[in-house]
């Protein structure tokens, strides 16, 4: 048994941008040389999360669409009238979909379906670089 | 430490169908052999979720009126236009709740409390036969 | 590798209540010995879950916001017709939001960003003593 912690990093564009970090996460899995055991994928951010979908283009924009009905960034936030950095809905999204995800993985792959992707999310209201934490746990 | 991944498999009705797995996922935890660890539980799926709740008809209809109303069936999803499955509503729904639960284990028993129960979410459009992971880590 | 599985207390006066947890678990990863690993906290209770969000009362203000939105105390729902217990919209939200929540720690402190708390939200709708799990794994 044993720990890796690796990172990945990454530019979203915010305004609910989707990033598939598969590839990133599978690579991190290959690399650590574990056969059988979990990933778990953090993001040390207040405005971002991380699910899985599946990544075309429909269910993105389908996604979108939710978080836009359900927090709209054009109403107020007691978040934006303190801070004033426009970004209230932001922070709520991301701790509704939430900053960590754990997948199992065995014989060193991940064990999505085929049609299932693990994605980041940016709910920031600008562009930025990102950096997320994947820990491989297992033996 | 040790890692063991099994599988527990179900039949579900999808729109929302909601399936207790508590006892299979304590079985798995029981026959692992380890005392104190994790139970990772995932949905190698694009339309299906889990979580936890009491497990009694009243909560489970009150869950699914939530999601009929923040991601109703019979409207317009960009995913259906362009796959023509209908299912872009379980696709989305799916993303929201996640695919992924992990639960810790204490002397080969799973922490739940008393009314608490883990579900697999069927969101898809149709019965479906469904396969999870289920991976033990501890020790 | 080693797990610990630890427990924290807390008071929450329900109605959504948000209690910061960070420091009670950055204690146990402290006290854990461990160096590098995950932490997995879970909440044996149907009515309560966890996620992180940056803790101002902005935010805080802006979640419940959102629940009151999209599971309003005040309507009917199907738990309570049976139950009489008046909580029903509690169960939902908690189920939505989810029980679990796990985090990486590197060098024995959590992986958490500068401005991002963990949070235990009880939903219920009346003031409780909760007992949360907090399992360490890992070297």
Chains 1, 2, 3 share one sequence.
């Not at 269910?59 to 950095?85: A, T, V």
Request: charged content about 25%; proline content about 3%.
């Amino acid at each position: 048994m044993a720990v890796e912690t690796m990172s990945i990093q990454l530019s979203a564009r915010g305004d609910a941008d989707v990033v598939n970090i598969t590839d990133q996460v599978s690579s991190v899995v290959r690399e650590s040389g574990l056969n059988d055991g979990i990933a778990t994928i953090f993001s040390p951010s207040a405005t971002t999360a991380l699910t899985t979908i599946e990544f075309e283009s429909g269910c993105i924009s389908d996604l979108k669409r939710m978080f836009d009905e359900i927090l709209p960034p054009e109403r107020n936030y007691q978040h934006n009238l303190k801070w004033g950095d426009g970004n209230g809905h932001s922070h709520v999204r991301a701790a509704l979909l939430k900053s960590s995800f754990t997948v199992p993985f065995v014989d060193r792959r991940l064990t999505l379906g085929t049609w299932q992707q693990i994605i980041f999310v940016d709910f920031d209201n600008r562009s930025r670089r990102r950096k997320l934490v994947v820990q491989v746990m297992g033996e």
